[in-house]
């Protein structure tokens, strides 16, 4: 089991993004994590994959667990290598590097084999056949929903248990959400892969999901103007 209890993040020491977040995620489940615009979901993201120092945040909890291992003091490489791997927000695909550079570059990450590489793309291939068409084109070429499976994919060549998926549905039509849904569900019953997607389109998430976390905004009881970074809660 994969979990956060109390979980409070702040930015730059003094912005403070997230207090009171608990969030577990099984073995083989698919959990959604919802709430609107502002509420704190890519933080927990970042949090989860141990991130945030990139963004100069800092996070903190009563209890941080990735498959038994201290979550918050590992590396996002050694997290990455034991199974935790990201799919971050706004898909972030290498653009001047081919459908299948894109997979290799994921397997490198996680300290594959040429042979273990080899396999994995051709299992990244079975899940999104758009992707092996696509195998020599130019990442930066693909359409929306091909860079969006493309983001999965290289996350998947580190053949992780869990799955981190920053708003997948972001900008893409509605029939893509589904067939990238669907994939995804495919993945967690074929493979027991847990996923953890964030969402803001919580009719597709719910759709799919076994269950789900609410983040809301939890501002202070005062008559002063709410302030822009005020914290989340779960």
Avoid: C, W
């Amino acid at each position: 089991m994969h979990v956060l209890e109390n979980l409070s993040v702040t930015y730059n020491g003094a912005v403070v993004a997230l207090t009171r977040v608990d969030l577990d995620v099984r073995p083989g489940e698919i959990v959604a994590l919802l709430g609107s615009n502002g509420a704190g979901k890519t933080t927990t993201l970042r949090a989860v994959s141990n991130l945030l120092q990139a963004s100069r945040g800092q996070a903190a909890a009563t209890r941080a667990l990735y498959d038994g291992r201290e979550l918050l003091t590992a590396s996002p490489g050694d997290l990455l290598r034991g199974g935790l791997a990201p799919a971050l927000e706004g898909r972030r695909v290498f653009a001047p590097l081919t459908v299948e550079e894109n997979l290799i570059v994921g397997a490198i990450g996680a300290d594959k084999t040429r042979v273990e590489t080899r396999r994995l793309v051709e299992r990244v291939y079975a899940f999104f056949p758009k992707l092996a068409e696509r195998r020599r084109s130019l990442a930066g070429l693909t359409s929306g929903g091909e860079q969006q499976m493309l983001a999965i994919g290289r996350a998947l060549m580190a053949e992780p248990r869990l799955l981190t998926l920053d708003e997948p549905s972001t900008g893409l039509a509605p029939r893509v959400v589904q067939d990238i849904f669907r994939t995804l569900k495919q993945l967690n019953k074929q493979e027991a892969l847990a996923i953890l997607v964030a969402e803001q389109n919580s009719a597709v998430a719910l759709a799919y999901a076994d269950r789900a976390v609410v983040l809301e905004k939890a501002f202070p009881p005062t008559r002063r103007t709410p302030p822009a970074y005020a914290p989340a809660t779960a």
